[in-house]
Structure formats: C-alpha cells, structure tokens
C-alpha cells in the first residue's frame, strides 16, 4: 500500500512497485482514510510519506499498528532529520528512506522489507542504534520498586542468541547469513522465533530489546 499526498509521487510509487512485481493493494492520500484501507486492504507492507494533510506519519504508524500490528512500514519521506527518524521508528516504522534514494534502491528496500530487514538510508542506522542505546544507558535503566520481581525471560537457543547479537548490532539478514554460514531464510526463522518467544513484532522492537540487555556489545 502507498500513502503519500502528492498524486503524481503516488501514482509514480504505486507504478514502479507493479511493474517490479509487487501487488499494490490500495493507495491513499490522507492519513485517517490510510488506516482505514489498510484495515480491510490488508497490505503486508506500507510505503507512507511522513508529512500528510490530516495527521502526521507518526499518528498513521501508530493507527496501523493497531489495526495490523504485523504489518511492514517503510517511511519514504524528503525529511531526514534526526528527529523526524527516531519518531517514526520510535511509532513502529520497520524502515525509513528519504525520497532522493534511487528508484532501484527503493525497490530493493521495499523486497528486504517484506522480508522481514530493516532498511535506513545510509547513515540512518547508525543513528537509530545510536539512540537505542542512549536510552538503554539512562538513568531509569533498571530501576522500579524496591523488590518488584523481573518479569521470566524467555529462553532462546544458543543460536537465536547468536542471532540476536547480530541484529542489535545494525546487520541485515545477508550479512548475518555470511557471517554465520547459514542460509537467509534459517536466519529468517531463527529472527521469527525469537520474535514469537519474546513477544515482540517487527526488527526494530527486537533491536531495542537486545541493546536494552547489553547484547549489543
């Protein structure tokens, strides 16, 4: 699904995606109408543009997350401001490009995404991370009442652990796979399950969680 409020830039998105294969199940101009497509359109990923008539990315994020908490949102926004960025990760977006990124850049982006990757513009990642791990580092890490009891921590396998480590350090599912001798798809799994063990939906909670628990070290 594409939801940006330039209709030439949407029509032109929604166009690249067909002819690269991808099945553009609704596309939408406005921010409250895009939750309520994506609601019965279903898409696996949502392209979306930041800034939007009505209401903000953020608040679109927000809603879709509602209505399909698996659901892949990949920003496409002219806006890479570092604040712009960490909001809309911060809402739940998987992805964020800004729209100088090149057309066939763009489609690989929106393939990894579908896939389960996170996918930044240069640069951007390393930001995310970067603010990841100032707040795992803060001051209110690890407090909360005196003798409140630490919720179980599931247990994950020596390799989803393994797995883990890598992902909260910034590396896609290709690199993991080079890294570790597996295939994308073992990979692929190994993030699922310990998505399902955890509770967690998408790569950037997963992200926060391992760089909250020093696994990014």
């Not at 809402?91 to 800004?98: D, F, N, Q």
């Not at 603010?131 to 994950?156: D, H, K, S």
Request: proline share 5%; aromatic share 4%.
């Amino acid at each position: 699904m594409v939801v940006d409020d330039h209709p030439m830039w949407r029509e032109g998105v929604a166009r690249d995606l067909t002819e690269a294969g991808f099945l553009v199940v609704a596309t939408s101009g406005e921010g409250r109408q895009a939750v309520r497509v994506a609601a019965a359109a279903r898409p696996d990923v949502v392209v979306l543009d930041l800034q939007l008539p009505d209401i903000s990315g953020v608040e679109v994020i927000l809603g879709l997350r509602a209505a399909l908490p698996a659901v892949r949102v990949l920003m496409l926004s002219a806006s890479g401001e570092q604040q712009s960025v960490l909001d809309a990760v911060k809402a739940g977006a998987t992805g964020y490009l800004v729209k100088s990124t090149a057309p066939a850049e763009f489609l690989e982006a929106v393939h990894r995404t579908a896939a389960g990757d996170t996918v930044f513009t240069p640069g951007l990642a390393g930001l995310v991370l970067g603010e990841y791990r100032r707040l795992a580092a803060g001051p209110g890490r690890g407090t909360g009442p005196v003798g409140a009891a630490e919720p179980p921590t599931p247990q994950l396998t020596e390799r989803e652990t393994e797995v883990l480590r890598l992902v909260a350090k910034g590396m896609s599912y290709k690199q993991i796979a080079q890294r570790l001798g597996l295939s994308h798809r073992t990979v692929q799994n190994h993030v699922q399950n310990t998505l399902g063990k955890l509770q967690l939906h998408n790569r950037v909670e997963l992200t926060r969680y391992a760089i909250e628990r020093g696994l990014d070290d």
